[in-house]
């Protein structure tokens, strides 16, 4: 038709445009009336199976008429599609999901899962901030996680017993709204170590949130022997004495000689040990707020990886960061 219509005069065009105009209305005019039919037949017949369908999802293969019905087979499959249950690994620890088919966000993610960055050094060497706390999932090795006691469970004047959990409440016309924090330590043993804080109206999700806050706060240390007494060159220790802060609470973390041990609050240990630390003094004020003499030492430990090193002591003390 096309190749005909060029050839004749613009008033036979106009002609031959308006009976093109006019064929096309009845071309679609029997496809709406057409249409229409077809899905009202089957729907008619099928409407007790459609819902059966919507129920379980089975019985798609006893339909009758195969051209009208491949709508709505087709339907049905992209919802059972949709529908499957997404493969989950939950750590046998914590309980916590690590990974539910991860979809990194950020460049650094997608070069983890890839496979292009394998190390947690290569992260920090080249400054990019972990967004992502699958991220570290994947790279962390052996990874153990700590809950600090911030909390303490009933008990007047300093009576109650410590718990991991603090529980704190607001009052409202309703009665007392509870409210969960919990204090996550996570780390390797081995240069690697994260703090996090997460609050929620329930435990679990409390929890939750402070590994995932732990994860995405994870911290390079350095360490070495900075002890006069020792000078081993052994990284035992840590190269130089550094001070940490949060609120009020003050500490200072002082290198030791080797067979020391932990000189340092208990819950501080904690921290050190799974940054890979073993010997250590320490000094501190103010140290009344739990949570915030967990927060000053590990501030301290962030402290120590922002210290400028002149290069002579840096040669002297021989010290290394992150892993071995
Ligand atoms: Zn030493």
Redesign the pocket.
Known sequence: MKTEEKKPKPEEKKQIKAKEKKPTPVTQEPKLKQEPKLKQEPKLKQEPKTQELKQKSKLVDAVVTADTVDAVVTVDTVDAEKAPVIPKEVSEETGVVIRESWKPKTSLGRDVQSGKIKTLREVFDSGRGIMEYQIVDYLLKDPETVFAAVGQSRGKFGGGKRSIWKQTQKKTREGNKPKFAILAIIGNKDGYVGMGYGKSKETMPAREKAIRQAKLNLCRVRRG?G?WE???G?Y??IPFKVPGKCGAADITLIPA??GTGLCIEKECQNILRLAGIKDIYSKSRNKKTKYNLLNACFNALANLSKMKVAPAQKARTKYIEGDK
């Open positions: 022997c002890s020792c000078n081993c052994e035992h220790s000689p080797k």
